[in-house]
């Protein structure tokens, strides 16, 4: 599960989450369930408004490339080396675009311990993902690892519908991240779910890394 590349060499990496708000009953514990999931309804209007927004990038080249690039320059040859750290060079190779794969997605509630749920190959988890009982603060964080070649400027996106109706969308941009055995973890601000009779239920996401 990578970067799935288009047409104009930009990728996408997403991953369909189905999870649900209970009501606050007394239980510390935060529940798990299963059942048929929801059909995750994407939102076409803020895809076209990406798509008119995306920058033209230059010419893309291999890490080994971007190495041998400016290497008379000492300032930009200790910001790359600063950057790529300690990459094996001999285990990139030649590869032009970078591949990011999401390992697992962790929440992280108050007094509770961490619920750990490893995405599937297929990016589309079946079911009901997880419970939260509603007004509870959390924090999303994502393991993922980068290999073959820089990615810079990756995005999180996040839009999350209720019943058919988009209730919410949030974007946040992570960084720029060089491919290293080591994966990488990256922590949401906190969120608090929505409280009150109508909020209760199940919603679906659309998570995109890009």
Known sequence: MGLDNNE????????????????ENGDDSVGLSRKMSETSICAAEDDEDEEGRKIE????CTLKEQLEKDKDDESLRRWKEQLLGSVDMSAVGETLEPEVKILSLAIRTPG???????VPETGNPKGLWFT??????Y???FTFKVSNNIV???????TVWKTGVKVDSSKEMLGTFSPQEEPYTHEMPEDTTPSGMFARGSYSARTKVI
Request: proline share 2%; net charge neutral; aromatic share 2%.
């Open 8 to 23: 104009d060499g930009n990728g996408s990496l997403e991953i369909k989450k189905i999870g649900g708000v209970e009501e």
């Open 57 to 60: 990038l230059g010419p893309q």
């Open 112 to 118: 509770r311990a961490d619920i750990v749920l490893q």
């Open 132 to 137: 939260l009982k509603e007004g509870s603060r």
């Open 139 to 141: 924090n999303l964080i």
């Open 152 to 158: 810079a400027g990756l995005k999180y996106a996040n």
